[in-house]
């Protein structure tokens, strides 16, 4: 996963013994005030409600520069708190939790070690009713000293009941630091089995490093797939990927999955923001990002929401526009990253940041539209990996100005991951390898 204050140097393995920071964060209507506030209304365009074809909103870089932190917004008690899901159950580092779009309310599993488990999405469920989905650890290389390699990100397709496809994320044992997003279809006739076999690579990505590999997947509502890069890692991104467009890292790229170009297994969508852009990769959808860990469009709203990792003060939380810089490693979060850029018109401001003092490795989630937690409709749930917290952060709708960060009562465990399941409620893994849910 990702190192705490960058490389320096402690990895996940190593900071076991120290909590997870988990929060949320609404949209229009739900609490008070908390956190650090910080205004990119001026900076995106708001989004019609989602259609076919239509991505997140495309960056403006006319408008005024953000202001950075403003106020402080102390955290809002709830009486909210982390509580265990599906108790009997134990994973191996469980990196994804999810669904497949195919009415079954199946839980998927994948661990980072590179196998996918699957069992009935009921809380009193048993070991020995998960089964294997798939399992790819012939292929995927993770080590505990290498932490941040590994099974990194599983999305299905929209249509997955008819063409049985999905995808997966993962480094790869045939080359060193290299990052493989492939296309997997299930056993024919059978959609409760992976087939191995019919891996078809979309993309091979050499890393310099073995940190700061992102590896988030998802499906927009465009129907294209998004996958998050991070800069290679090491520290201070010192081969400047997050401001270079000729390379794929420090990106989060746009790929169309159901087409296919001439010698690629995917097509470019023909409005990427760089498609034309001399030098540039055109797969790249929005860059300047350091790690992204979470990431995953609002279901109601088609924005996309991502958290990205900070090194030395600062981490934060973005929303995704088409053609956005988000500004690394020239400023980290809010603020000017050592010889780096003050605000700047042409680079997008998060909508929120917190500092170290509170948590030191942010895990991202998703907006929240489930009915068991009628109170968080509309939140982004996330969390610190190191501070074990748990909040909800509510943005005003119109301003995207945040207004409220509710702080769930948390179990200082370090949280790795959000999921959903096919009725969108929330859950979160732990490093342990136990799942949790939030509730009262």
Request: charged letters at 25%.
């Amino acid at each position: 996963m990702r190192t705490v204050r960058s490389f320096r140097l402690r990895s996940r393995a190593s900071m076991l013994a120290l909590a997870g920071v988990a929060a949320v964060a609404c949209t229009a209507s739900m609490l008070p005030k908390l956190g650090w506030t910080v205004d990119v209304a001026a900076q995106e365009a708001k989004p019609a409600a989602p259609e076919a074809k239509q991505g997140a909103p495309e960056a403006k870089p006319g408008a005024p520069a953000a202001k950075p932190a403003l106020q402080p917004l102390p955290d809002t008690p709830t009486s909210l708190k982390q509580v265990r899901a599906f108790p009997n159950l134990r994973f191996r580092r469980p990196i994804v939790l999810t669904h497949a779009p195919d009415g079954s309310d199946r839980v998927f599993v994948a661990s980072q070690l590179g196998a996918i488990q699957v069992f009935p999405n009921d809380p009193d469920v048993k070991e020995t009713q998960v089964s294997t989905f798939i399992d790819l650890e012939d292929r995927v290389i993770y080590k505990d000293k290498e932490n941040e390699e590994g099974l990194l990100g599983l999305v299905f397709h929209p249509k997955f009941k008819e063409n049985g496809q999905f995808f997966v994320y993962y480094t790869t044992r045939s080359a060193p630091h290299t990052s493989v997003v492939s296309r997997f279809r299930t056993v024919p006739g059978d959609l409760t089995k992976g087939d191995p076999a019919s891996e078809e690579e979309l993309l091979r990505i050499p890393q310099p490093y073995w940190n700061h590999n992102g590896g988030g997947l998802a499906i927009g509502p465009d129907g294209y797939l998004y996958i998050a890069l991070g800069d290679g890692g090491f520290k201070d991104d010192p081969h400047g990927h997050g401001q270079n467009l000729e390379t794929l890292l420090g990106s989060i790229l746009r790929i169309d999955v159901n087409r296919k170009d001439a010698g690629k297994n995917y097509a470019i969508p023909a409005d990427n923001p760089f498609r034309e852009t001399p030098k540039a990769q055109p797969e790249i959808y929005a860059y300047g990002f350091r790690n992204v860990w979470g990431m995953a469009f609002d279901s109601a709203t088609g924005l996309l929401w991502a958290a990205d990792v900070g090194q030395d003060l600062w981490e934060e939380i973005d929303i995704v526009v088409k053609g956005g810089n988000y500004g690394w490693k020239l400023r980290e979060a809010t603020h000017k990253f050592k010889d780096g850029s003050d605000a700047r018109p042409d680079l997008v401001e998060p909508v929120w940041e917190y500092h170290h003092d509170i948590g030191k490795s942010i895990t991202g989630g998703f907006v929240y539209r489930g009915k068991n937690l009628p109170d968080l409709v509309g939140c982004y749930l996330y969390a610190d990996y190191v501070s074990g917290k748990v909040w909800a952060l509510k943005l005003d709708e119109k301003t995207r100005k945040p207004i409220a960060n509710y702080a769930i009562q948390d179990t200082k465990m370090p949280i790795i991951a959000f999921g959903a399941d096919s009725r969108g409620e929330a859950y979160l893994t732990d490093s342990f390898g136990q799942i949790w849910t939030i509730g009262k």
